[in-house]
């Protein structure tokens, strides 16, 4: 699984003190020098990891930007880590003595306690202590969180109205004995199953995303609390429904994004039609319908594992696999860069496959963290991991432009809703910890 997802977008910030104004909120972004030719940069890891990674996810941490990796080595740059590993920007570490089986997804939550990493997969012991597929990582000691039956694909942090919960989906059917069928809650204390969850019983849930205040869930089902369900479908805190047709064969991969026409729901695996909509193995939801990206990842057996937003030429989709074609036979090597419009190669891609993508690194110029089964990036030797540096097109950002389309509009006033009480970055203009009617206040001020 891809990893995934989840690390927010930066953006920069405007600290306000005293009376609030309501006039329109400009940040000046330097624009890049006119020259830049995008890079894949020495291996971020060196010899590289001697397994293949599954998962990246970048934070920051006491003003230190750093980066996790999961997956199935043990060595990475030469230093021992079982399954999971920290990088700082200059070494990798591990994380204790790491997991005896597969780390398939990493996702950041706040239980109460601070926020902690949460690392899934197919393991049983995360260190010392018996972790069946779940464990928690408080910066010193793995805890178990839950017994799974089966395999946890995904992770994600979503609030149905009740506060932040932390979701895990997979193959499993039970935590600690609970029936829950594919995907759970987590409120930091207890585990409750959705409903009926989805199924069959025999099928799987590979990825988790939040779009338009709902949970979305994807992978290989056909129903979802009992109704009709292809493949992909939507919680909103009490019942599921269908996106549409759906999708006709397994997803593996989602993200929410904006590539500058409004908040999209990509979704990516090995499918080829929404309905009777050709969308080769990657296509957009818009909260109405399924639209296909050109046409696609092309290849016959190709495959989409991970997508990312990051700027490279602007706001652009990056999508990594098992593929040698997309767009109008275009050739890019197992990752391609979409920019709503367009597809396009990233240098020379890798050589065998991509499964995880993230960016990672300074906001302010990030690199884009690619990770999976390959020995080559670019020009570059690279085991299973590499850092691809683009060429970003920044603009003036008004902050109260959530959505980054170019307007203060109700696009923004939804998402602004949509994060209401919590502590939600992008939505929290004013910088005061929580999303309230001070930042409603500066959004209707900057309305236009």
């Given at each position: 699984?891809?990893?995934?997802?989840?690390?927010?977008?930066?953006?920069?910030?405007?600290?306000?003190?005293?009376?609030?104004?309501?006039?329109?909120?400009?940040?000046?972004?330097?624009?890049?020098?006119?020259?830049?030719?995008?890079?894949?940069?020495?291996?971020?890891?060196?010899?590289?990891?001697?397994?293949?990674?599954?998962?990246?996810?970048?934070?920051?941490?006491?003003?230190?930007?750093?980066?996790?990796?999961?997956?199935?080595?043990?060595?990475?740059?030469?230093?021992?880590?079982?399954?999971?590993?920290?990088?700082?920007?200059?070494?990798?570490?591990?994380?204790?003595?790491?997991?005896?089986?597969?780390?398939?997804?990493?996702?950041?939550?706040?239980?109460?306690?601070?926020?902690?990493?949460?690392?899934?997969?197919?393991?049983?012991?995360?260190?010392?202590?018996?972790?069946?597929?779940?464990?928690?990582?408080?910066?010193?000691?793995?805890?178990?969180?839950?017994?799974?039956?089966?395999?946890?694909?995904?992770?994600?942090?979503?609030?149905?109205?009740?506060?932040?919960?932390?979701?895990?989906?997979?193959?499993?059917?039970?935590?600690?004995?609970?029936?829950?069928?594919?995907?759970?809650?987590?409120?930091?204390?207890?585990?409750?199953?959705?409903?009926?969850?989805?199924?069959?019983?025999?099928?799987?849930?590979?990825?988790?995303?939040?779009?338009?205040?709902?949970?979305?869930?994807?992978?290989?089902?056909?129903?979802?609390?009992?109704?009709?369900?292809?493949?992909?479908?939507?919680?909103?805190?009490?019942?599921?429904?269908?996106?549409?047709?759906?999708?006709?064969?397994?997803?593996?991969?989602?993200?929410?994004?904006?590539?500058?026409?409004?908040?999209?729901?990509?979704?990516?695996?090995?499918?080829?039609?929404?309905?009777?909509?050709?969308?080769?193995?990657?296509?957009?939801?818009?909260?109405?319908?399924?639209?296909?990206?050109?046409?696609?990842?092309?290849?016959?057996?190709?495959?989409?594992?991970?997508?990312?937003?990051?700027n490279d030429n602007g706001p652009s989709l990056f999508v990594g696999g098992e593929f040698l074609h997309v767009g109008n036979n275009v050739t890019a090597s197992r990752i391609a860069r979409y920019d709503g419009a367009n597809w396009f190669p990233v240098d020379q891609g890798v050589d065998t496959s991509v499964a995880a993508l993230a960016p990672f690194g300074d906001p302010a110029s990030p690199q884009l963290a690619v990770a999976g089964d390959f020995t080559a990036a670019g020009?570059?030797?690279?085991?299973?991991?590499?850092?691809?540096?683009?060429?970003?097109?920044?603009?003036?950002?008004?902050?109260?432009?959530?959505?980054?389309?170019?307007?203060?509009?109700?696009?923004?006033?939804?998402?602004?809703?949509?994060?209401?009480?919590?502590?939600?970055?992008?939505?929290?203009?004013?910088?005061?910890?929580?999303?309230?009617?001070?930042?409603?206040?500066?959004?209707?001020?900057?309305?236009?």
């Amino acid at each position: 699984m891809q990893a995934h997802p989840r690390v927010a977008r930066s953006r920069p910030r405007l600290l306000l003190c005293g009376i609030i104004s309501l006039a329109p909120l400009f940040i000046a972004v330097p624009t890049p020098a006119q020259s830049c030719t995008p890079t894949w940069n020495s291996p971020i890891a060196s010899p590289g990891a001697n397994g293949v990674i599954r998962a990246l996810i970048g934070r920051t941490e006491a003003n230190e930007n750093v980066l996790y990796a999961g997956g199935f080595f043990t060595t990475i740059n030469s230093v021992s880590a079982s399954k999971i590993a920290r990088f700082d920007g200059a070494n990798w570490t591990p994380l204790g003595a790491g997991m005896n089986n597969t780390v398939l997804d990493l996702a950041l939550f706040d239980d109460g306690a601070g926020e902690q990493l949460y690392a899934a997969g197919s393991f049983t012991a995360a260190g010392a202590v018996i972790a069946q597929r779940l464990a928690r990582w408080d910066g010193a000691a793995w805890s178990s969180i839950g017994a799974f039956n089966g395999s946890v694909f995904a992770l994600a942090v979503f609030n149905d109205g009740s506060g932040d919960h932390l979701y895990a989906a997979g193959a499993f059917t039970t935590i600690d004995s609970l029936p829950a069928k594919h995907i759970a809650r987590y409120d930091g204390a207890n585990w409750a199953p959705l409903n009926a969850g989805v199924g069959p019983t025999a099928g799987a849930v590979f990825d988790l995303a939040v779009f338009n205040g709902r949970l979305i869930a994807a992978g290989d089902f056909n129903s979802a609390d009992a109704s009709p369900a292809s493949n992909i479908a939507a919680w909103d805190g009490a019942t599921w429904s269908a996106l549409g047709p759906g999708l006709n064969d397994e997803v593996h991969t989602l993200l929410a994004a904006d590539l500058g026409a409004g908040q999209r729901l990509f979704a990516g695996g090995v499918f080829t039609l929404a309905g009777s909509t050709s969308v080769n193995r990657i296509a957009q939801w818009d909260g109405a319908s399924w639209t296909p990206l050109g046409a696609g990842v092309t290849d016959t057996g190709a495959r989409v594992r991970a997508l990312a937003l990051y700027n490279d030429n602007g706001p652009s989709l990056f999508v990594g696999g098992e593929f040698l074609h997309v767009g109008n036979n275009v050739t890019a090597s197992r990752i391609a860069r979409y920019d709503g419009a367009n597809w396009f190669p990233v240098d020379q891609g890798v050589d065998t496959s991509v499964a995880a993508l993230a960016p990672f690194g300074d906001p302010a110029s990030p690199q884009l963290a690619v990770a999976g089964d390959f020995t080559a990036a670019g020009p570059n030797n690279a085991e299973n991991i590499a850092a691809y540096t683009g060429c970003p097109i920044t603009t003036p950002i008004r902050a109260a432009d959530i959505n980054a389309d170019g307007e203060v509009n109700s696009g923004d006033m939804a998402l602004l809703l949509g994060a209401w009480d919590t502590a939600f970055p992008e939505a929290d203009l004013n910088n005061d910890g929580q999303v309230n009617s001070g930042d409603l206040a500066l959004l209707l001020g900057d309305w236009g």
